[in-house]
C-alpha cells in the first residue's frame, strides 16, 4: 500500500498568517491527491481534488499543488473558520490512504 | 440534492459482528461508487473499502479483507458494512461517502453523518 507522509502533525498560527501543510507519497501517484478539511464531530469536507483543483464552494484563500509524490496545501491567510484538521487522501490505486493529518490550532 | 443517511449508534460485544447501512438519495444510485473510511475516537481517518453500486464489485483495504463485507442494494438504493470478529480497536464512527467524478478526476465528495460502533464486553 502506498503510505503518505503528512507534515506537521501540528501547527499553531494566527489569524490573517499564510500556512502550508505537506504529504508526500511512498511512490508517484501522478496528481491523485485530495485535501480535506475536518471539524470535531463532523464528517471530511473536501478541499481540493486533483491536487490542484478547488471544489466548488470552498474559499479561493485555499489551494493545492504538487505532482508525483510532493504534494502542498496553503491557505492564503487563515480565518477562524479554518482552524481544523487537515487530510490528505491518495486515490491512485487501491487501498486508498491517507495522511496522519494536521491539527491546525489558533495561536 | 445528495443526501446520504446512516443507520444509528451499535454497541457490540468482542467476537460480534455489526452492519451498518448508508442510505442514498437525491442522484442516481448505481452510478457512483461508494465508499468507506472510519475514525477512532482521537484518530484520523483510515479507508476500509468502495463498492461499485451498478455491480456490486468491492474493493477493501489489506487489513480488513477478512473481515469486512460491502453490499448494496439496489432496490432501495442503500449500502452496507458488516464489520465481523469485532475487537476493541474497531469502536470508531463509520462514514460512507460518494465518490464524485468531474472529468477524469474523481473524489469522494458527499459523505454521510457517520454511524459509532461501540465494541465493548
Known amino acids: 500500500a502506498i503510505q503518505m507522509t503528512q507534515s506537521p502533525s501540528s501547527l499553531s498560527a494566527s489569524v490573517g498568517d499564510r500556512v502550508t501543510i505537506t504529504c508526500r507519497a511512498s511512490?508517484?501517484?501522478?496528481?491523485?491527491l485530495d485535501w480535506y478539511q475536518q471539524k470535531p464531530g463532523k464528517a471530511p469536507n473536501l478541499l481540493i481534488y486533483?491536487?490542484?483543483s478547488l471544489q466548488s464552494g470552498v474559499p479561493s484563500r485555499f489551494s493545492g499543488s504538487g505532482s508525483g509524490t510532493d504534494f502542498t496545501l496553503t491557505i492564503s491567510s487563515l480565518q477562524p473558520e479554518d482552524f481544523a484538521t487537515y487530510y490528505c487522501?491518495?486515490?491512485?490505486?487501491?487501498?486508498?490512504?491517507f495522511g496522519q493529518g494536521t491539527r491546525l490550532e489558533i495561536k | 440534492q445528495v443526501q446520504l443517511v446512516q443507520s444509528g449508534a451499535e454497541v457490540k460485544k468482542p467476537g460480534a459482528s455489526v452492519k451498518i447501512s448508508c442510505k442514498a438519495s437525491?442522484?442516481?444510485?448505481?452510478?457512483?461508487?461508494m465508499h468507506w473510511v472510519r475514525q477512532a475516537p482521537g484518530q484520523g481517518l483510515e479507508w476500509l473499502g468502495m463498492i461499485n453500486p451498478s455491480g456490486g464489485s468491492t474493493s477493501s483495504a489489506q487489513n480488513f479483507q477478512d473481515r469486512v463485507a460491502l453490499t448494496r442494494d439496489t432496490s432501495t438504493s442503500t449500502v452496507y458494512m458488516e464489520l465481523s470478529s469485532l475487537r476493541s480497536e474497531d469502536t470508531a464512527v463509520y462514514y460512507c461517502?460518494?465518490?464524485?467524478?468531474?472529468?477524469?478526476?474523481?473524489?469522494?465528495?458527499?459523505w454521510g453523518q457517520g454511524t459509532l460502533i461501540t465494541v465493548s464486553s
Open positions: 461517502g460518494r465518490r464524485g467524478c468531474s472529468g477524469a478526476n474523481c473524489y469522494v465528495d458527499n
Open positions: 437525491g442522484y442516481i444510485f448505481t452510478s457512483y461508487y
Open positions: 511512490q508517484a501517484i501522478r496528481n491523485d
Open positions: 486533483a491536487a490542484s
Open positions: 487522501l491518495q486515490d491512485y490505486n487501491h487501498p486508498y490512504t
